[in-house]
Structures are given as C-alpha cells and as structure tokens.
C-alpha cells in the first residue's frame, strides 16, 4: 500500500533538549500529570479537512500543497486515499482522534441517495482503519455551508426545501458517526445567520434553528447515539451576523428554547478571538455555566480580521486553556481538535508534522504549567482570599438568600460605610504566572 509520509517514521517524545524536528520535546503521551497520562487530559485530534482537504487556495490564489493522496483517478480512489492517508498521519503522530465533515470523507453525488452512497462506502474504508488502529472520531459533523443550496442557510433557510435536505444530510451523519464509535457530533453555524436584515425574519429564522436542535436530539435517541452533542460559537465569517455569536449567545439560545441539558460546546480559539474574546473567557464562560464540552485549538492573527485557523503555538494561551480545563474537570467526551492548516507557503507533506507537533508541544507544557499552578495552589488561594468576605456575616447570608433589600439597607445604615477594598493584585499575579513559564 502506497505510504503518503514516507521518510517519515512514528514520532518519538526526545526531551526538551532534542533538536530533531521531528521528535516531541514536551509531549509524553504516557507520563502522567495531575494523576492522568497526557494523552487522556488532551485527548488530540485532528481535522480531516484541513489537513486532507484543504489544498491552501485562497480567495486570491490556488491550492500550493503536495498532497499525494489527492493524485488519484476519481473522487472515490481519492476519497479511499485521503483515509488512508488520514490514518497513516495518526498513527505516525500518536493520535487517537480525527474530526470530519461528511463531505471531507466521500464526495457529494448527483443526488442525495448517491451521496449517502458515497459516504456509507467511505465509512466502510474508515471503519476498516479504525479497526486496524484503534483510532476513532472524537466527532463528526455535516458540511451545511459550501453548497451553493446552502447560500440562504440550512436550518435557518429561507427555502423549507432547504431545511429538509439539511435535517436528511445530519441524520445521514450522525448515523455515520454513531456506526464509526464517534464521541461527539457538532453543528456548527455554518451559513446560520444573516446578510441583510432587509431580506430576513431573524425570529423566525431561529426558531427554525431551535426547531432543527430539537429534531436532532429525537433522531439521536431513535438511533441510539450516546455520543455528545456540541454546538460551536462563531461570530462571523461566512456571514455577518452569526446566531451563534460566542458562547454567552449560545448559552441564551439554547435556555430560551429548553435544549441546555442536550448540547455542549466546542469553543474555538480563532472564534473566540474574533468575538472579541480571550479564548480563555470563552472556555471559563462555558465552564461556568457547566457546558463546556470540547475545544477546537488554533489560533487567529491579531492583526487579520478573519479566521486565520493557524496551529496554535502561543504558550500564554495554551495555559489559560489548560488552566480552564482542568478548573472544568477536564474532558470527558471532548478533546482538543487541531482546527487549522499550515500556512499556504508549507507545502511538503512533512509539515504536517512540524505543524501539529508544535500545536502538541505548547499544549502539553501549557498542561504541565496550569498542574503546577493548581497543585501550587499559587493562584487559587489569592482567588479564595479575594473572595473570603463571602464566606461568614453577611456575604453568606446574601448568598443563601436570608436576606433582602430592607435588610441590607438597614445594615448598612448601621455600619455607616462598606469595608475598604482590597488590591486587586493584577501585576502580582502576572509575575506569578510567568515564574511558571519557563
Ligand atoms: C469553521 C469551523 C468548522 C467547524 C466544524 O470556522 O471551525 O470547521 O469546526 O464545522
Ligand atoms: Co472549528
């Protein structure tokens, strides 16, 4: 069988002071931090279509990758190529997780039933190197945006019409993702948003999402899959406003129409940049509210107004997130996906690999920092002294609800004036972190 990294051989963890390129420096797979191996806290994936799909065209140029798996003579031998390579690219990386889009695996048909085809003989192909491997989806999910059918939207298309071939092409991906043993399915908005406000009923538009969700977790149950559900913030690109802006927005759509206790969410990096978030607000913001489910790790350009989806290399944030993270309990069913692609001008199939050992390496010093901090306790108690007034008197009775605005009214007239705040300690903390980095 044709091997699409040859040269290249199963990616050994060297140490921090090795300098082949191709070797891990920080990741361990097996060593074990904060009481579990590296491998079970990062749960990594990677993103089928970036990295066997996406050939690095922009709107400006065409695709500029080497991708041998793409040089065969039909979309199918191609589509059988791309999981071959897919696998081979895994298991040379020690990976145990791969992300997809129906439409990354099998290619789209003439008809519907052709594309279902297409997909159930692809899936036959992925569950054979699944087998062979041990690797699995950490989740699939639909393709509702590149279709010209989906320029209105999916489930929040004007065209009913449209919302029915969006319902019948994710229940085909679910029941392909159930049958590959996948944790998760995503629905990300895709084209769920609007233009115009002058061509668009929103209300009714997100109705015809909830309704969708709903729909969904029906089908879910009538075919048997355990897997999580998750949705993923975005908050523009490809439309203008997305109904999915970021986490907060999401949490409210799916309270306002009862589908809290079936969704999670995947929160992306470059997402939660450009809803004008730190990434590390979005995974504190969904911990919070007890949702956060997985995370799609990349990283945006400060200086680009667009998803850049670079791998994520910047060590501050990859703590932030490993910080979030293990505060959340870790993951369960969710992992972090390597949604990002090498810059247009890495062309070799080989950086591939600098490109996702990098992205493994800053994670597993950002888990090795954040398990320091915690056992460390060097954050977590100013956080619980910051706090302490909430403990005893009258913070503690505010929070068990035994008093009200007449009570705390007459308090306060009493003691004249609140207690003096305290400082806030921001710089202290900051030096206290980069102690850490190192
Ligand atoms: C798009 C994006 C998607 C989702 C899955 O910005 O992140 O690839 O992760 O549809
Ligand atoms: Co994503």
């Not at 420096?25 to 579990?36: L, T």
């Not at 509210?289 to 060590?315: C, E, H, K, M, Y």
């Amino acid at each position: 069988m044709t091997e699409f990294f040859a040269g290249v051989g199963k990616i050994q963890y060297e140490g921090p002071d090795s300098k082949n390129p191709l070797a891990f420096k920080h990741y361990n797979a097996e060593e074990v931090v904060a009481g579990e191996t590296m491998a079970r806290h990062m749960r990594f994936s990677i993103a089928y279509w970036h990295s066997f799909c996406n050939g690095g065209a922009d709107p400006f140029g065409l695709p500029t990758r080497h991708m041998p798996w793409l040089d065969a003579p039909d979309a199918m031998a191609t589509a059988r190529n791309k999981a071959r390579a897919c696998f081979e690219f895994c298991e040379k990386l020690g990976v145990d997780f791969y992300c997809f889009h129906d439409r990354d695996v099998a290619p789209e048909g003439e008809t519907l039933a052709e594309s279902n085809s297409n997909l159930d003989e692809i899936a036959k192909v992925l569950k054979g190197e699944q087998e062979r491997t041990g690797i699995r989806p950490l989740w699939g999910t639909a393709c509702l945006f590149a279709h010209p059918r989906f320029m209105h939207g999916a489930a929040t298309s004007c065209n009913a019409d449209v919302f029915d071939y969006a319902a019948a092409q994710v229940a085909k991906a679910m029941e392909v993702t159930c049958e590959l043993g996948g944790s998760g399915y995503v629905f990300w908005g895709g084209r769920e948003g609007y233009k115009s406000i002058l061509n668009t009923d929103m209300g009714r538009e997100m109705d015809h999402l909830a309704k969708f969700l709903h729909l969904a977790v029906e089908y879910k149950k009538q075919i048997g899959f355990k897997g999580q559900f998750y949705i993923e913030p975005k908050p523009k690109e490809p439309t203008k406003h997305q109904y999915d802006f970021d986490a907060a927005a999401c949490y409210a759509f799916l309270q306002k129409y009862g589908l809290v206790e079936h969704f999670k969410l995947n929160i992306e990096a470059n997402h939660a940049t450009l809803a004008g978030h730190e990434f590390a607000h979005e995974l504190q913001f969904a911990a919070a509210n007890g949702i956060l489910g997985s995370v799609d790790a990349n990283r945006g350009d400060t200086l680009l107004g667009w998803d850049t989806d670079q791998f994520p290399t910047n060590l501050y944030d990859a703590v932030f997130a490993m910080l979030a993270i293990l505060d959340a309990g870790g993951f369960t069913t969710g992992g972090l996906n390597f949604d990002a692609h090498v810059a247009r001008e890495s062309i070799e199939p080989v950086d591939l690999f600098h490109a996702h050992i990098g992205a493994m390496d800053v994670f597993a010093r950002g888990l090795k920092i954040a398990a320091a901090i915690r056992e460390d306790g060097a954050l977590a108690d100013h956080l619980a002294r910051r706090y302490a007034s909430w403990n005893s008197g009258l913070g503690a009775d505010i929070e068990a609800g035994k008093v009200g605005f007449a009570e705390l009214g007459k308090y306060m007239l009493d003691k004249g004036n609140a207690a003096p705040n305290e400082s806030g300690r921001v710089e202290m903390l900051e030096n206290i972190l980069n102690d850490y980095i190192r």
